[in-house]
């Protein structure tokens, strides 16, 4: 953290392709996501809803084709770019204060999720051919998985809202995957700016196979839909209700979509990123310490 | 038990030697229950003539509203019940009452910090949910925990295991009238809890498990504590066998109820001892082991009558295998070794020592920080300003606590702070069960079902 040659900053490469470096137990030569059944289908998306699935994401280049769209910074023809992360400047967040010091010119990119290259190491191809020949016969668009990531021997796989409730039905009853269990489902908010900020996660568990993988869908905060798990995992039922309290997802399909954790009358949805963490500031004499979302914070 | 919320209405109090407050409302007739006998209530409802505003129609809806405080909810838990007779027609629960936004609060500390918060979420099983978080950074950080500090989490988990099946015993006990169950299950935990203060300073919440590996080491004198606990724990767990396992109105009271079989745990998303009861032997320490669980030498009880009673039984024998594996744990421990990685840059610096005034960083800590070492100033400096920044990435971590599968859902933008924390609590999921479990069944019979999924409100609602 202290290196000598990066006092403090510790400015560190982008994480995206490090993750996937790293993690991605991949045969140097084999590559390109071109044998990638997903990103081969660019633009076979037809769903009727996916014009509309950006919303008013301000990266969206071209609202028009939305899902299928490769993104300027996704070279391989992908889907359109997952952002996980925000573009932080400076140190301290402190802006405007007479920086002598270049830290203030700091930059750090907002990471995004490295499409993982073939093969996914483990029993990760097993399960992603398993998955794409189960949504060939089930006449599920291959395009229906916008990515695959590989990190931290986990694998994630993106997908498209419209064909989510298709999926979670191969996912659970396909013989070769068999994932019985939604562990969890929940949110993540990526904060303003990011294109589609809201992702929902499902941690899914074969008993059978002893294996998890995790599904992912995004969807813009103007737009937060997303089909409901319910009629396939009854346990989706308050984790659903959690995700809606805490990140505003309208799970679409739900029996009672209410708040389960705030009082029913509760405005906003407190774990986005742009809801106040709250709190007041704890004075002593003569100094004051602010709320702990005001605080300086060092990265 | 409490039939209204509502506050009461000026001359809503009836006359006459009444134990109901009686409330009218645009719902209808609210009654606020505070103790009585329950058939005193029902003669006095139901004794009053018919009518425009006299009593119940024999049809008419009943709806029991129990807790939120209430004895036997376990916890700030909200009943609602709909009732025929004594009978549940349906049954809903309502939680929250006790969020406290821990995962926020978590996104505005550095990652050590979060243990501290996160031990207070299922506040039963603290060193569980400790271990699940700093596995998850671990695993964000790509690192990996020296062996001892393994070995004492280990310890720490089943020490936590044993203190919390032996609340969820004597609190199961009191909510079904089995008082001594609950004074015998409480002196037992007493016993843990003191252990427990022993090794790590606190009795409970303890932040003890850090990322990167534990604390500090273990004290002088643990070995002989940990031995003297397992000898009174196998002496006196047999008492149970006699109070409650052989007990014809403990059997009674859970034989045949709350009965929840495989194909409902499974798509309710139940785990722990619950779907155990159901006959899956489905436990995340054989199936999916971590934390170097695969060798250890132990059982996992199963039961295939997916009633309360086999709930019970199971969480018994689970305290006997527990003591098994602390056994084992204590053998490992003979093997000296580091219980922090060796990254000054990730180690926590806790060489702490009780001074005279209370505990704080060892003298040796701050001879060497102060006087002898610039490099170790700046470490501990970095460290306890700004901690560690984390990779960008996102990852999964379960461990099977004494609820089920406690998971750890974690995401960092690659700062010093975590971006995302997500608990998935096995209380919150398991306690969907409630409605499937009671409905059907007789009032004091949700009360068993409850106490057999054994929620704990601290992890339910975070």
Known sequence: MTGPQQPAGEPRPTPGPEQGSTT??????????????????????????????????????????????????????????????????GMFGVHGAGDTSGYGLLVREPSTPVPAERPYGGWFDEVADTLFAAMAERGVPAAAVERVTVAHSEITFYLAREHLSALLWIVRDDPGLRFELAASISGVDYGPGVPRRLHVVYELLSMTYRRRIRLEVAVDVDDPHVPSAVPTYPTADWQERETWDMFGVVFDGHPALTRILMPDDWEGHPQRKDYPLGGIPVEYKGAEIQAPDQRRSYS | MTRSRTPETPGAVPDGPRHSRETRTTEGRM?????????????????????????????????????????????????ILEIEGETVTQARSVIGYLHTGIEKSCEFRNWTQGVTFLTRADYLSPAFNEAVYCMAVEKLLGIEVPRRAQVIRVLLMEL????????????????????????????????????MEFLTGLRMNMAFIRPGGVAQELPEGYRERVQAFLEVMRSRLPEYDK??????????????????????CMQLGVTGPVLRSAGLPWDL????????????????????????????????????????????????????????????????????SLGSDGMGNSLEYIRQI????????????????????VPAGQV?????????????????????????????????????????????????????????????MGGVDR
């Open chain 1, 24 to 89: 991605t137990p991949g045969a140097p030569g084999l590559s390109s996501s071109a044998d990638r059944p997903a990103s081969t289908q660019t633009g076979t998306n037809d769903g009727p809803g996916s014009a509309e699935h950006q919303g008013a994401g301000s990266a969206a280049p071209a609202a028009g084709q939305a899902l299928a769209t490769p993104t300027p910074s996704d070279g391989a023809g992908g889907p359109p770019d997952f952002v996980t992360g925000v573009e932080r400047t």
């Open chain 2, 31 to 79: 009654f606020t229950v505070t103790g009585g006998d329950w058939d005193d209530l029902v003669s006095e409802v139901g004794g009053e003539p018919a009518g425009a505003d006299g009593g119940f129609e024999s049809d008419e809806r009943i709806i029991v509203n129990m807790g939120p405080q209430h004895p036997s909810t376990h916890g700030v838990l909200r009943l």
């Open chain 2, 160 to 195: 936590t295991r044993i203190s919390s099946h032996l609340v969820a015993l004597a609190t199961g006990g009191m909510e079904l009238g089995a008082l001594t169950g609950m004074t015998a299950g409480f002196r037992e935990r007493e016993e843990a809890l003191h252990l």
């Open chain 2, 243 to 264: 109070l409650l396992t052989g007990q014809p109105i403990w059997q009674g009271r859970t034989e045949g109820i709350g009965v929840l079989p495989l194909e409902a």
């Open chain 2, 285 to 352: 320490r054989k199936t999916m082991p971590y934390s170097g669980y695969e060798e250890y030498d132990f059982e996992v009880p199963t039961a295939t009558e997916a009633d309360c009673f086999a709930r019970f039984r199971l969480r018994l024998a689970e305290i006997h295998e527990s003591l098994r594996i602390m056994e084992q744990a204590l053998a490992k421990l003979a093997e000296p070794g580091p219980v922090m990685v060796t990254d000054r840059k990730i180690g926590w610096p806790a060489q702490l």
């Open chain 2, 370 to 389: 102060m006087g002898e070492s610039m490099e170790s100033l700046i470490h501990h400096f970095k460290l306890v300003t700004e901690g560690f920044a």
């Open chain 2, 396 to 456: 999964y971590t379960a461990v099977e606590s004494p609820r089920g599968e406690l998971g750890c859902q974690l995401v960092s933008d690659g700062g010093t702070r975590p971006f995302r924390v997500h608990l998935r609590d096995p209380s919150f999921v398991n306690l969907q069960s409630m409605p499937a479990m009671s409905e059907g069944g007789m009032i004091a019979d949700v009360v068993a079902a409850v106490a057999s999924i054994d929620p704990v």
